[in-house]
């Protein structure tokens, strides 16, 4: 991959991970102040902050939640980056994931969020949330995909000659 298409690749997913925390934003403020209550219960930082916690922790370092919160929000963003380095690839061997305009690349890394985080150990499982949690997530990952497969257009990542 030439650097150009991983520097394509790298600001599609900055951007599509900005634009996936906005549809994550305006979905959980159309929720209930249970499913708040509920998910507050279950977590005091999201699965990229516990991974977060964890590194810093094997390196025998004991973070503040603030370190907690800002190095979580580091690894979630490089996670949207690298789903966006390995969208185009997959893509071409998968072009169904292009399919509703990306869409289905939003559903398909949904399990990563939906079962592979808690099998990790890093949240609860995705069963002790309230349904309307995973539904969020669920609507939130499609954002993603829809804002990559528009970025992927744009800056043609694809090889569509």
């Not at 994550?24 to 929720?31: G, K, N, V």
């Not at 370092?61 to 949207?80: C, D, F, K, M, Q």
């Not at 609507?139 to 257009?153: D, F, M, R, S, V």
Request: with cysteine; charged share 20%.
């Amino acid at each position: 991959m030439s650097a150009l298409r991983i520097a394509k690749a790298v600001a599609a997913g900055l951007a599509a991970t900005w634009i996936m925390d906005r549809a994550d934003e305006l979905i959980y403020a159309t929720q209930s102040e249970d499913v708040h209550r509920r998910e507050a219960e279950l977590e005091d930082v999201t699965g990229p902050g516990q991974f977060a916690r964890a590194v810093m922790r094997a390196f025998g370092r004991e973070p503040t939640h603030e370190e907690t919160v800002l190095w979580g929000r580091a690894a979630h963003v490089s996670i949207g980056v690298a789903f966006a380095v390995l969208y185009p690839a997959a893509a071409k061997r998968a072009p169904w994931l292009r399919a509703g305009f990306g869409a289905m690349y939003g559903i398909a890394i949904c399990p990563a969020n939906l079962f592979v985080v808690p099998a990790l150990g890093l949240t609860p499982p995705a069963w002790e949330f309230p349904i309307e949690t995973s539904v969020r997530g669920v609507g939130y990952h499609i954002a993603y995909g829809l804002a990559l497969e528009a970025l992927a257009h744009v800056l043609r990542m694809h090889d569509d000659r």
